[in-house]
């Protein structure tokens, strides 16, 4: 594996194609010339439109919903790359998917994190660059560089900056205990206290709330999170800290808005006045709700890259 490329090439597949534009106009660079498309039996078909040899190269894909299709995508750019003989080739995945199968909850169960990591490495990738795992433990699942970036230092400040004057009043929760460490990260980083949301999950994409840890009464609530699939477990939560625990008000953010299933129709009906997520994931016009606010994580990225091609630590990103 080289240790360095001779320049940036940014390319993005069909899922986060704007994204790669973006962090590339970041970095003053064009996006890679690349098509992804698919055959009439729905293959995939790769063709990259420009030399790539000693280059570093970054594939910017999501692998949110069609999964297997942007997964697909990922892997065999990443082989088309390998075989045009780029001098390193790191995997962007704003959104990791496949990553809430990372143990052997019981008998005959697949990790299907770990075969993620597997095949991404097998195909060619030098190095992941990725944001909020949904296990930070799936790291250690790849033999490769794996830089695990963090939504938390980019929510954090749209919230002080919106509670500037007023945040005597607030409280971070996390929504299970799951998410505490983050939800932990989120309060230190902004001075807050925190609260926890006990809850029991009866099977998948159901939960039950069962208790609240912590008194949230008569006050204004962030729930932080690192993902929204259906919306079971936020709108669950956000309910129970009103009706239970007597809350004021609720608002949420997470890094993944993955929104399948009846979410949107239930994050409408909820008691969240206002949800702040970042668009690892491109949101369609048709899922926009009033309730939404939308922050970009191409600026993270791009400074990411232009780390990584430098040596520089990533680190930094951390604290920003």
Do not use: W
């Amino acid at each position: 594996m080289n240790l360095h490329g001779k320049d940036i090439k940014i390319f993005g597949a069909n899922a986060t194609q704007g994204m790669a534009e973006q962090i590339a106009t970041r970095l003053s660079l064009p996006v890679g010339q690349a098509e992804v498309k698919q055959f009439s039996d729905g293959e995939i078909s790769v063709s990259i439109g420009e030399s790539v040899r000693g280059s570093d190269v970054f594939v910017v894909q999501s692998t949110c919903s069609p999964v297997n299709d942007n997964v697909m995508e990922l892997l065999i750019m990443i082989d088309a790359f390998k075989r045009a003989s780029a001098g390193r080739i790191t995997a962007v995945i704003p959104y990791f998917g496949y990553a809430r199968q990372d143990r052997k909850a019981k008998a005959r169960d697949p990790i299907s994190a770990k075969l993620m990591a597997d095949i991404i490495t097998v195909a060619g990738a030098d190095r992941v660059l990725s944001m909020d795992l949904h296990c930070p433990q799936i790291q250690g699942f790849f033999n490769i560089p794996v830089d695990h970036l963090l939504g938390v230092p980019i929510l954090t400040p749209y919230f002080e900056t919106k509670f500037k004057d007023s945040k005597d009043n607030l409280i971070v929760v996390s929504p299970d205990l799951g998410s505490v460490t983050r939800a932990r990260n989120f309060s230190q980083r902004m001075g807050l206290p925190l609260a926890i949301v006990d809850k029991r999950r009866q099977k998948a994409n159901v939960s039950e709330v069962m208790n609240i840890i912590g008194d949230v009464k008569d006050k204004d609530v962030i729930i932080v999170d690192d993902m929204i699939d259906t919306a079971g477990t936020l709108c669950n939560a956000a309910k129970a800290i009103i009706e239970v625990g007597g809350a004021k008000s609720v608002m949420a953010c997470a890094t993944h808005a993955v929104l399948s299933g009846p979410a949107i129709e239930r994050l409408a009906d909820s008691v969240i006045s206002e949800l702040v997520i970042l668009d690892t994931i491109p949101l369609s016009p048709e899922k926009m709700i009033d309730k939404f606010t939308v922050l970009p994580v191409a600026p993270v990225f791009a400074q990411a890259i232009q780390r990584i091609y430098a040596d520089t630590p990533v680190s930094p990103l951390f604290n920003i």
